[in-house]
């Protein structure tokens, strides 16, 4: 059964970092590209980013809110998708998940399943 | 940027009723348009993709249609396991957004 699972979540101040982890099971890993969206109240489900598969160079698009400050990187070795969150602000308060490009679509993902079942990062002082 | 608007933003309905959900596109995104279902304290759960094409193992009574700028989400006949927020997402825009609609709440009338 495939299975996305996020950790690292929790409550940081303004301006400081925090890194996600999305720990992938029951399919090929290196194989497929990996996006990260999130969740609030105000925003709605926002797409934040993804990584492409090894197969593609592993490289990265993002979210212009997020543009600069955040970072999306894997370790094929682990199963392991990251989001490095940098210079945090109260708006990027929410719910993260990570998803699977099932679609598996070039140049960019089409479609996302599964979903992890999501880690909340509150970002306040 | 595309913004995609969903109608109706909730619903009352009963068990066996035919449920209808639209989604419109600011522009054209030919049929680069999924739907997912999410229930309380869940993750997002893809139906359908590409507009029609059904998602493995979710039942046949979700049907996709629609392309250009206007989608529909029919539930054909409503189970009590359906009552759920469900979004349309776009997956056309350049530069990237995959904006996703406002949702549309189904709840028991």
């Known amino acids: 059964e495939m299975q996305l699972v996020e950790s690292g979540g929790g409550l940081v101040q303004p301006g400081r970092s925090l890194r996600l982890s999305c720990t992938a099971s029951?399919?090929?890993?290196?194989?497929?590209?990996m996006s990260w969206f999130r969740q609030s109240p105000e925003k709605g489900l926002e797409w934040v980013g993804f990584i492409r598969g090894e197969p593609y160079g592993a490289t990265t698009e993002y979210a212009a809110p997020v543009k600069g400050r955040f970072i999306i990187s894997r370790d094929d070795s682990k199963n392991v998708a990251y989001l490095h969150m940098n210079s945090l602000k109260m708006e990027d308060t929410a719910v993260y998940y990570c998803?699977?490009?099932?679609?598996?679509?070039?140049?960019?993902?089409?479609?996302?399943?599964?979903w992890g079942q999501g880690t909340l990062v509150i970002v306040s002082s | 940027d595309i913004q995609m608007t969903q109608s109706p933003s909730s619903l009352s309905a009963s068990v066996g009723d035919r449920v209808i959900i639209t989604c419109r596109a600011s522009?054209?995104?030919?049929?680069?348009l999924n739907w997912y279902q999410q229930k309380p304290g869940k993750a997002p759960s893809l139906l359908i993709y590409?507009?029609?094409s059904l998602q493995s193992g979710v039942p046949s009574r979700f049907i996709g249609s629609g392309s250009g700028t206007d989608f529909t989400l029919t539930i054909s006949s409503l189970q009590p396991e359906d009552f759920a927020t469900y979004y349309c997402q776009e997956t056309f825009s350049t530069p990237l957004m995959y904006s996703f609609g406002q949702g549309t709440k189904v709840d028991f009338k």
């Open positions: 029951g399919f090929t890993f290196r194989e497929y590209a």
């Open positions: 522009q054209s995104i030919n049929t680069f």
């Open positions: 998803a699977r490009d099932q679609s598996q679509h070039i140049p960019n993902p089409n479609w996302f399943d599964p």
């Open positions: 590409r507009a029609s």
